[in-house]
């Protein structure tokens, strides 16, 4: 069963109730010093797309991290994660992704933008299927995560997974590694977020949800169609263009981390 439904029907908030709110399609997050705050889907989901339009804390957002994500629950969960970390006025926001498999992260890439994401609304997608996770902004790819299981990496296809979106303060580490601290004196800090949507496939446990949500047989599966199991050549275009302009840091290019050992991962195609 596909779901396709806004902030008010699909997520309630989680904390900070107190200076959050839901109202139809719009969802506006804010952070104080008193707490931040959070959402979350009723339901979780296994493959399909999922898409907010979000703008950012304007000005001096250093210190504090917006949120947006998917996530299973339990030590072994699977993730795929976009988070936007604040910085001072004038300088520019750092897209964090990331993804996690079996509860192994440590897959972390890093972007700039080429526009500022806290003058206007920006589409920020997360595609999920079984061949690929594209992780995508204003229908741009930035980054693909190709399925290799049949090589033995991990991927998330087995664990139905929630939206979740935050707002917190995370100065201990979130702009120039910890240097730079939140300036309270600038609070409240406020994210906002609208046209949620997320057509997916509604997860309702175990392996009927997996083969049902996976199959190309099931009309109402169009992620599960041919056309998505690779980037488009035009698509590529952009992929590389971003990779190539804004991208500041790629976990597969850090080989001090891993001592040499790199994920597996690092040497296969992603696009």
Sequence with gaps: MMVDANFAKSMH???GTQHASIQGDDLQLVLDQTSGSAAQTKIPFLFGSIESKIKLVPNNSAGTVTAY????????????????????SGEPYIVHTNIYTQGNGSREQQFYLWFDPTADFHNYTIHWNPSQVVWFIDSIPI????????EGIAYPNKQGMKVYTSLWNADNWATRGGLVKTNWTNAPFIARFNHFRARACKWKNGALSINNCAS???????????????????????????????????????????????PPECFKTHF
């Design 13 to 15: 908030i989680t904390w």
């Design 69 to 88: 994500y998917l996530s299973s629950t339990g030590s072994a969960h699977d993730e795929i994660d976009f988070e936007f970390l604040g910085n001072v």
């Design 143 to 150: 980054r693909v995560f190709v399925n290799y299981e049949n």
């Design 216 to 262: 190309n047989n099931v009309p109402s599966n169009w992620w599960a169609s041919p056309i998505y199991k690779q980037l488009s050549y035009a698509q590529m275009g952009q992929l590389n263009w971003v990779r190539n302009n804004y991208m500041i840091y790629d976990y597969c290019k850090d080989t001090n981390r891993f001592n040499a050992q790199l």
